[in-house]
């Protein structure tokens, strides 16, 4: 059975680091083909892809915030962690880890964790 | 902002057929064959539909067909149920570090 779930803050202040953690098993991100990617959802609002890491360790970034994010893998952990810097109110959202695993695009979602961005 | 353009809303009666289109670009929907399309219902994390344009994960009902024409991917739902209703959102390669552009979502309403 493949599960994914997230984990870090509720609430961040403003200027802040965001930093989450996409903990998953039933697959190994160390499997040809493999990606863990996290998308975002702000309240009422369209999904939004962030950022995705291949089982090679090749990271992709969305170009509108690639110099914000970062992306690592722990592979012996089973975990995906995403960063962001300079967290605004305006960063808000349901944030979701997704993988890449028996299809081509995200087959498997986490449930979302909510990110909070207030002073 | 979204980078593939979707409805915002559609609508349809029970046994009815509903169809959702999502237009791109050369760069994503018209450059690959990697689209795909995702039911949200509210307070639920998306669930994978269609992927690679056309193909059904196993368990989703063959009600819901993908297909692309150029630069624009239709997402079609056929008997309409009460359960269709949704969010629907597709999703494409883009290529490079782009990767991956979502659409802006379309609310579906079961009448």
């Known amino acids: 059975q493949i599960t994914l779930k997230e984990s870090g803050p509720t609430l961040v202040k403003p200027t802040q680091t965001l930093t989450l953690t996409c903990s998953f098993s039933g697959f190994a991100l160390s499997t040809s083909g493999v990606g863990v990617g996290w998308i975002r959802q702000p309240p009422g609002k369209a999904l939004e892809w962030l950022a995705l890491i291949y089982w090679n360790d090749d990271k992709r970034y969305s170009p509108f915030l690639k110099s914000r994010l970062t992306i690592t893998k722990d592979t012996s952990k089973n975990q995906v962690v995403l960063t962001m810097t300079n967290m605004d109110p305006v960063d808000t959202a349901t944030y979701y880890c997704?993988?890449?695993?028996?299809?081509?695009?995200?087959?498997?979602w986490g449930q979302g964790t909510l990110v909070t961005v207030s002073s | 902002q979204s980078a593939l353009t979707q409805p915002r809303s559609v609508s349809g009666s029970p046994g009815q057929s509903v169809t959702i289109s999502c237009t791109g670009t050369?760069?994503?929907?018209?450059?690959?064959?990697?689209v795909s399309w995702y039911q949200q219902h509210p307070g639920k994390a998306p669930k994978l539909m269609i992927y690679d344009v056309s193909l059904r994960p196993s368990g989703v009902p063959d009600r819901f067909s993908g297909s692309k024409s150029g630069n624009t991917a239709s997402l079609t739902i056929s008997g309409l149920q009460a359960e269709d209703e949704a969010d629907y959102y597709c999703c494409s390669y883009a290529g490079g570090y782009t990767s991956w552009v979502f659409g802006g979502g379309t609310k579906l309403t079961v009448l």
């Open positions: 050369s760069s994503d929907v018209g450059a690959y064959n990697y």
């Open positions: 997704g993988g890449v695993i028996i299809t081509t695009t995200f087959d498997y």
